[in-house]
């Protein structure tokens, strides 16, 4: 078993910035990623890790958010830039090792306008 831990969520204004934080357990050996989940609305991806280092980010979040990872503390961040209130969702950090896949409990994240 793993547990994720996210951190670093809260409220800021537009324009802001927050850096999101999930440390896991023990190593996660496959990809790392961010999801959001506004109210009423799906799970989606923000931003996803492998353990090599290549990214993927959904459009939307291209050029604002930044995912990064520290293999040595398996620690993946999020830092988020240019926060818009369409932002404001819960921020779930998933990891996949060896086939299992974990999910961490939620960050909110609030953007006031």
């Known amino acids: 078993q793993v547990q994720l831990v996210e951190s670093g969520g809260g409220l800021v204004q537009a324009g802001g910035s927050l850096r999101l934080s999930c440390a896991a357990s023990?190593?996660?050996?496959?990809?790392m990623g961010w999801y959001r989940q506004a109210p009423g609305k799906q799970r989606e991806l923000v931003a996803a890790i492998t353990s090599g280092g290549t990214t993927n980010y959904a459009d939307s979040m291209k050029g604002r958010f930044t995912i990064s990872r520290d293999n040595a503390k398996n620690t993946v961040y999020l830092q988020m830039n240019s926060l818009k209130p369409e932002d404001t969702a819960v921020y779930y950090c998933?990891?996949?090792?060896?086939?299992?896949?974990?999910w961490g409990q939620g960050t909110q994240v609030t953007v006031s306008s």
């Open positions: 998933k990891g996949t090792n060896w086939g299992s896949v974990y």
């Open positions: 023990r190593s996660i050996s496959g990809t």
